[in-house]
């Protein structure tokens, strides 16, 4: 849709303008050529997050109208379709729960859905509750009764988190996971499958992943599942060290994240006695991804640094790029990916305060301001141009171990920004020191917080690059 020729089959954004013949048509040449790829006659239609559908041009055309009906024209065509292709379809069920919403939340516990839109909803539709959040068995079972009172036998969809991350969250993926299966069971869900998303880039590695759908199917299968559990099924399925592959979600266990048991004091909300078992005498456990925008933000804008300000990262990444060292010698079989993850953490041994500590080194006084300029320029910036070319270069082989080429450009763009940009602050920093400029701007300006943290100072969360390199962009 954000190509021109189908510019008239959009209502909104990314939305397609319902009720318009052109866009059935366009569906069924979707459907014909994605099933013709399979042998199965299931397909997953999506129709998730499609926000104020009846909105946009489809109000423009046909005024003002219900949020439900138009969702349910709409389904009651695209039914026509599979109908006539033979298929068995299901969506994302969220849809009719944000409708029925007053804050358009698909998890709204004072929603609903009127049973009179239940009742339209095409017999021929499966609905697929997606969750990959709630660390509790009871939401989720709630929630299962929630679709089912729809008349529906709800297919559940967890999540591996991997999406807007370097590494994917071993963590948090657990935590949700056993909550999720906990209430599958207990609720005799049929039907439950495991996505892994790979938002804004696709960063992080597709087998880096195994540990978590491991954890999905031990889960699944058996309620007594544990680590030991874990450990000695991943060493079945993949010849892999489960230990050593969960070193590699360290890279977002940083010092001074924003944790999960925060989030709940913040909200003045009771602590889970899910989240209290796992997360007691585990430092910064928490959803957040500080390794993606540390490595991407540019050094001399330090969009972040306000939250690094004296955070020991570069002692946290030190010790996790030795200890990916041992384990890639220890376990040929996952030598690979644990060097990708060795080198993503000895980048950032250098990169992750890299921009605390050019400010206050221009900051400094007498003698003091040349040494530190002079120690960054001379020693760090080069080192650490060596070291994300060795992580650019290995990364560039690892995907195309494991993809198609197409993707590639997106990441092969943020590396060649990322490598220039720690260049031109080397040249900066030497055409300063040299007095061919008598000032660093980038330099001259305050620190200010990025990303929500209640005041904390914390480390969050960002998925967007965009919001990562350079202020231009929102």
């Keep these: 849709l954000k190509h ?5 089959l959009r209502s909104n954004g990314d939305i397609l303008l319902v009720g318009e013949p052109k866009v059935y048509a366009l569906i069924e040449e979707m459907f014909a050529a994605t099933t013709a790829c399979f042998r199965t006659k299931r397909i997953h239609i999506g129709m998730d997050e499609a926000h104020d559908v009846q909105g946009g041009r489809y109000e423009q055309i046909n005024g003002k109208q219900s949020g439900f009906q138009v969702m349910n024209r709409h389904m009651a065509e695209v039914v026509k379709i599979t109908d006539r292709l033979g298929l068995k379809p299901m969506i994302w069920s969220d849809m009719y729960f944000r409708i029925g919403s007053k804050s358009g939340d698909y998890y709204d516990r004072s929603g609903s859905v009127p049973a009179e839109v239940a009742e339209k909803i095409p017999k021929q539709i499966d609905l697929v509750y997606w969750d990959y959040y709630h660390p509790d068995a009871e939401f989720y079972a709630e929630w299962i009764d929630r679709h089912r009172a729809m008349g529906k036998e709800p297919i559940f969809a967890g999540g591996a988190w991997m999406w807007g991350m370097l590494w994917p969250n071993y963590d948090i993926t657990s935590l949700c996971t056993r909550a999720a299966m906990t209430a599958c069971r207990d609720r005799k869900v049929r039907e439950a499958l495991v996505t892994a998303w790979g938002d804004n880039g696709n960063e992080s590695d597709a087998l880096a992943n195994l540990p978590n759908l491991q954890l999905f199917a031990d889960c699944a299968y058996d309620e007594r599942a544990d680590d030991k559990t874990h450990r000695r099924q991943f060493a079945g399925t993949t010849g892999g060290t489960w230990d050593a592959w969960l070193l590699g979600g360290l890279l977002d266990r940083a010092p001074g994240i924003f944790s999960l048991a925060e989030t709940y004091a913040i909200n003045k909300q009771a602590l889970p006695a899910a989240v209290k078992a796992v997360a007691d005498g585990k430092e910064n456990f928490g959803p957040q991804n500080p390794a993606k925008y540390l490595l991407w933000q540019d050094p001399m804008l330090g969009l972040y640094d306000a939250h690094v300000g004296r955070l020991p990262l570069a002692k ?4 996790l790029a030795k200890d990916l060292a041992k384990a890639v010698r220890r376990s040929p079989v996952d030598r690979e990916l644990l060097t990708h993850g060795y080198n993503l953490a000895s980048v950032l041994e250098l990169k992750a305060d890299l921009g605390v500590r050019l400010y206050d080194a221009y900051h400094a006084k007498g003698a003091a301001k040349v040494t530190r300029l002079r120690e960054l320029h001379r020693k760090v910036l080069p080192e650490l141009a060596k070291r994300v070319e060795r992580l650019y270069d290995h990364h560039r082989a690892l ?13 092969e763009s943020r590396y060649a920004t990322l490598l220039a940009r720690v260049r031109f602050a080397h040249e900066r920093v030497g055409a300063f020191l040299a007095g061919r400029i008598d000032q660093l701007e980038e330099l001259e300006e305050k620190r200010q917080p990025m990303h929500t943290d209640w005041g ?7 998925g967007d690059y965009r919001r990562m390199y350079s202020p231009t962009f929102t």
């Design 399 to 411: 995907w195309l171990e494991n993809n198609k080429s197409q993707g590639w450009e997106v990441l």
């Design 456 to 462: 904390t100072g914390r480390l969050g969360n960002c």
């Design 316 to 319: 946290h990444y030190a010790k």
């Design 4 to 8: 021109m020729p189908f510019a008239d």
